[in-house]
């Protein structure tokens, strides 16, 4: 079973599922290794490997060390082009669809897909909305794009809808990597109201309620990164919600 058909299938299910998103410029390899290796006494399902800013040019190396030390898929969520490494499994194909810079809708891809060809990793085709959190991030600022106001609900849906008939294969909706208002819940429902594709939720994901609620109103997969970053032992929360 590749990895969209195993994020499908334990959707079917019911059941949640986790990422934890590692950036290879803000853990050395000790804090990574240790990292890991609680990851892999968890039931996080996948890595995530990336970042808006990386100026660490290690991605095979970094990549490489993760799947020394454990067996649930590694996913590149790329921020650019320099960002593919054939060591992973798979790669977010994200298309910066609230935003309207054709490089971030088209560009990239177009550069992008000849170097995925000659690879093996699974390519997901992502729809990517980026919602306002609060700050401005690395992500809306490096893309030089507006994030989707957090009160239009309606437009967050119209978009998604258009993602799902374009043919993507996942929706994520992030508020940015270091977010300090977590994508709305009201959004979360009303854009799972829509679509059948699975939803991605992340941004400014910090508490075990925020989780919960991330959950709650529709999120099929969380992705937190900062939080664990920041403290490992936030990891031990996140499992408490996922065997809750
Ligand atoms: C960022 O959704 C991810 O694109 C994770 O965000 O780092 O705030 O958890 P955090």
Do not use: C, W
Not at 61 to 85: A, D
Not at 86 to 109: C, T, V, W, Y
């Amino acid at each position: 079973m590749n990895i969209l058909e195993k994020i499908i299938s334990v959707k079917k299910e019911g059941k949640k599922q986790i990422a934890v998103l590692i950036d290879p410029d803000k853990l050395n390899a000790t804090e990574l290794t240790n990292l890991v290796s609680k990851v892999k006494n968890s039931p996080i399902n996948y890595i995530l490997v990336g970042g808006s800013l990386l100026s660490s040019d290690q991605m095979d190396e970094y990549i490489g060390l993760i799947k020394q030390n454990i067996n649930i898929p590694v996913i590149i969520f790329p921020g650019s082009v320099h960002q593919i490494s054939n060591k992973a499994d798979g790669i977010l194909f994200l298309s910066l669809i609230s935003g309207r810079n054709p490089e971030f809708l088209i560009g990239s891809q177009v550069v992008a897909a000849p170097l995925l060809k000659r690879t093996k990793l699974e390519v997901l085709s992502t729809g990517y909305i980026l919602v306002d959190s609060g700050v401005q991030t690395t992500a809306s600022y490096i893309s030089n794009t507006t994030p989707l106001p957090r009160d239009k609900a309606d437009i967050a849906v119209a978009t998604a809808l258009a993602s799902e008939m374009i043919g993507h294969k996942l929706l994520y909706l992030d508020g940015g990597s270091g977010a300090k208002l977590e994508v709305p819940s009201e959004m979360i429902s009303a854009v799972k109201k829509h679509i059948d594709i699975p939803l991605i939720i992340g941004g400014g994901i910090n508490t075990k309620e925020k989780l919960e609620t991330a959950f709650n109103f529709g999120a099929d997969l969380v992705v937190i990164g900062t939080a664990i970053e920041k403290n490992q032992d936030f990891l031990d929360d996140v499992v408490k919600v996922v065997n809750s």
